[in-house]
């Protein structure tokens, strides 16, 4: 994952995300690309909405837990009920560093974040973790519990990323947690390879893996309940609406992990 400059004519994973959501930090590329994935699953933007709930809920989770500071690694755009308003509606004294090599969707982040001083926006590759860390610092006090987020990342990561969440593991204390959520052809039949076929012509390829391999992810951590399930499984609120589409139709999976 190499740092991006602006690329108006290819599709971006983190507008073609801001575009599911109904944001409109996209481009036409974007939204073309994004239409001809709907087609190919007409429930991905309720899909990309129930990850960003999950989002909400392992922060939330995380806060309960007394952290205070979180790594959003991969973040895109922080639109409506991204990380820093979710902490810091729990804990003023929340501090948000989020991560992300698109240009466009650093650019977006600043104006965003502009009047948010507890939290903040960094350009970097997520696979070069020395140099993610080393920024990170600045903001962030590695001595305290972190939550590191992997929230729809990893599936662009074409190499097996074990190692590379060692090394984010190995850089926080215990009680430190880390949560991910995964694409996954799992259940899915032929629509899964439809769907990497169409993101390989994306800046950011798609590789879906399958539970135990995501499961294999949390070693080292404590794996909180449920474990790694589908999205709108994972530790739903007890006031949430009935879902209107079987959980595995999300075709992700999600889980929490704590750093013991």
């Known amino acids: 994952m190499e740092q991006q400059d602006v690329e108006p004519e290819r599709p971006s994973a983190a507008r073609v995300y801001d575009y599911y959501l109904g944001g409109s930090h996209n481009f036409a590329v974007d939204r073309a690309m994004a239409?001809?994935?709907i087609r190919i699953l007409p429930e991905l933007p309720a899909n990309m909405r129930a990850n960003r709930a999950f989002l909400r809920r392992a922060v939330r989770y995380m806060t309960a837990a007394g952290v205070r500071q979180f790594l959003d690694l991969g973040s895109g755009i922080p639109t409506v009920g991204n990380v820093h308003e979710v902490a810091l509606g729990e804990s003023r004294d929340a501090?948000?560093?989020?991560?992300?090599?698109?240009?466009?969707?650093?650019a977006h982040s600043q104006s965003i974040l502009e009047h948010v001083p507890e939290a903040t926006i960094v350009q970097a590759d997520v696979t070069e973790p020395d140099t993610v860390l080393a920024q990170a610092a600045s903001r962030l006090d590695f001595d305290r519990p972190i939550g590191v987020l992997m929230?729809?990342?990893?599936?662009?990561?074409p190499d097996d990323p074990r190692g590379l969440i060692v090394r984010y593991r190995d850089a926080v204390v215990p009680g430190s947690y880390l949560a991910i959520s995964h694409g996954t052809a799992d259940q899915q039949g032929e629509r899964g390879a439809k769907m990497e076929a169409l993101?390989?012509?994306?800046?950011?390829p798609l590789v879906s893996r399958d539970r135990a391999t995501i499961e294999g992810f949390f070693a080292g951590f404590e794996l909180i309940e449920p474990g790694v399930v589908f999205v709108p499984r994972w530790r739903p609120d007890p006031d949430a609406l009935p879902a209107t589409l079987p959980p595995e139709r999300t075709a992700?999976?999600?889980?929490l992990g704590r750093v013991r």
Do not use: K, M, P
């Open 35 to 37: 239409e001809q994935a």
């Open 95 to 106: 501090r948000v560093v989020y991560v992300d090599v698109d240009s466009v969707a650093v």
């Open 151 to 157: 929230v729809a990342l990893l599936h662009f990561v």
């Open 199 to 204: 993101y390989s012509r994306s800046a950011s």
């Open 252 to 255: 992700t999976y999600a889980g």
